[in-house]
């Protein structure tokens, strides 16, 4: 007998990683994955990885609040990149949101969680969501606060954001209807009461393979007593990674270390991060050392910005593209997308998506 509970108990222990990776979708052993935001064509992605020397293996897509489209999810395909989604509620830097942290509490914006839900179940492939990012910045319409430092109002309580993030995550990760519901009753929030496309939720809501990204400001803006990272969190029974964004102009590593010691034991992402206004390599440099030596660390994404001449682009910073291309020339950086269809990839025929060969800037990079 004893023997027996021994050898459950070293199974346990063997399996239980295993299990927490199944949620989180990270690299392989030590690996690290590098990525870019979608600048709105897969052009620009092409043009990153061409000026990096490489294929970059994961794009985030920026997303606003009830304004699905497919374009993507097109772009995943077609650049053979692990899809990010970073979900706001505008689409403009400091611009109304289309619905408040309450409403979504509510259940007002469940529409639009269910398309989400839905399209990426079709999609199939694990897909990360930067949920409401930067919550603790003026900026976003879901933050507590003005800039002022005022408060926003009773629909903008950070107790209001934490319900909202956990709605949102429920919903999105599916399952049974009534268990959905009972998650939701738990929380003291109303139950799934629309479908997608009829006042009737369906019994089983797809189960899609997602993963949920709290990426806030390391400290407040502004800076004040209830705006900190703390006050919105959701608790990490809904949160899969935890991150932060760092720029070159703003290079806030005592900030970063104290953020990163403040949350253990989920991967962390650095959400967004760039030169910023400043060519200098030696930020990305100690940037990557940063990485390397921070086990938790798992994955990192370059914000290039939209549109031509826009200050985050890398063709601004000479000196600094050169220092990144040299870095991910590093063993632990991955080179291909563990769905990409080339060797090194698990993703499918060489005929390309739909049997669509890859485009010839794919095929150079993957090489």
Not at 58 to 84: D, H, L, P, S, Y
Not at 93 to 118: F, H, M, Q
Not at 270 to 290: C, Q, S
Request: aromatic residues 12%; contains cysteine; proline residues 9%.
């Amino acid at each position: 007998m004893l023997r027996r509970t021994a050898l459950l108990a070293a199974l346990l222990v063997v399996t239980v990683p295993a299990v927490a990776d199944a949620g989180t979708y990270p690299p392989r052993g030590k690996d690290l994955y590098a990525g870019v935001s979608d600048g709105g064509s897969k052009q620009d992605y092409f043009d990153f990885a061409g000026a990096v020397g490489q294929h970059v293996p994961v794009m985030q897509a920026f997303e606003t609040w009830n304004a699905w489209n497919q374009e993507a999810i097109k772009r995943w395909k077609r650049t053979e990149t692990r899809g990010m989604l970073s979900i706001s509620t505008t689409g403009c830097y400091e611009c109304e949101g289309v619905i408040s942290p309450r409403a979504i509490r509510r259940g007002e914006g469940d529409r639009y969680l269910l398309t989400v839900n839905r399209r990426l179940a079709q999609w199939g492939r694990p897909t990360y969501i930067r949920l409401l990012p930067e919550m603790n910045g003026h900026w976003n319409p879901y933050s507590a606060f003005d800039a002022d430092g005022s408060r926003r109002g009773r629909s903008h309580k950070t107790a209001q954001f934490r319900k909202a993030w956990k709605r949102a995550v429920i919903v999105i990760r599916g399952g049974p209807r009534r268990e959905i519901n009972h998650k939701l009753k738990s929380n003291r929030m109303p139950p799934l009461t629309t479908g997608r496309n009829s006042a009737h939720p369906p019994k089983h809501i797809p189960e899609p393979k997602v993963a949920f990204l709290w990426v806030p400001q390391t400290s407040g803006s502004p800076d004040r007593r209830g705006n900190g990272p703390r006050a919105y969190w959701p608790g990490a029974r809904y949160v899969d990674w935890v991150g932060a964004d760092i720029y070159g102009k703003f290079p806030n590593f005592g900030g970063l270390n104290r953020f990163y010691k403040d949350y253990k034991r989920l991967p962390f992402v650095l959400g967004e991060w760039g030169p910023w206004d400043v060519d200098r390599p030696a930020f990305t440099r100690h940037l990557f050392r940063w990485i390397r030596s921070h086990g938790r660390a798992r994955m990192a994404i370059y914000y290039q910005g939209f549109g031509p001449g826009n200050p985050f682009e890398l063709g601004h910073y000479p000196r600094s593209r050169k220092a990144l291309r040299k870095e991910l020339k590093g063993k632990r950086w991955v080179k291909r997308a563990p769905d990409s269809r080339r060797p090194g990839g698990g993703g499918h025929s060489r005929g390309g998506p739909d049997g669509i060969p890859p485009p010839a800037e794919v095929r150079r990079l993957l090489r």
